[in-house]
């Protein structure tokens, strides 16, 4: 269950970004930004590693029983899919980096909630919280770059 579901929202996030690669080669980037071959790979990693931290603390303590947890974790799945609706689709940069903002803040709480219930589950976020935040430098940073296309 928690597989498919990150699974649909990596399916989701990788139709939206496949799509506009073009749009993305235009764009005048900061020279730390990874080439855009490494998005998928990353992104795929970080989809199972979350997948695994989610089913941990359903396994452990069922829906009903770690309600909140689960909730937090869908939430951030669904802010995950939207960001790229907002920068590839609708190419809107201050929405993008408002979306951003609460994706790393739902992602935080998910990790800190997750933690709290099985340490593992919450380290396996380390590396999400990280690269969310990574990609919220790198959101503004576009924008700022791209305010014409963005």
Do not use: C, H
């Not at 764009?27 to 080439?35: E, F, G, I, S, V």
């Not at 309600?67 to 590839?88: D, M, S």
């Not at 709290?116 to 576009?142: C, E, H, K």
Request: positive net charge.
């Amino acid at each position: 269950m928690w597989i498919l579901g990150t699974s649909l929202a990596a399916v989701s996030g990788a139709v939206t970004a496949t799509s506009s690669r073009g749009f993305y080669a235009t764009l005048d980037k900061p020279r730390w930004a990874p080439p855009a071959r490494l998005f998928g790979p990353a992104w795929t990693v970080l989809y199972i590693v979350m997948a695994i931290a989610a089913w941990r603390i359903w396994n452990a303590y069922g829906f009903t029983d770690a309600r909140g947890e689960l909730t937090l974790y869908g939430i951030q799945l669904v802010l995950n899919a939207a960001w790229n609706w907002f920068f590839f689709v609708k190419r809107n940069g201050l929405a993008s980096t408002i979306e951003v903002s609460l994706l790393l803040t739902s992602v935080i709480a998910t990790m800190v909630a997750f933690w709290q219930r099985d340490v593992v589950a919450g380290a396996l976020f380390i590396p999400y919280v990280m690269w969310v935040s990574f990609a919220t430098a790198l959101t503004v940073s576009v924008w700022r770059r791209n305010p014409k296309l963005l």
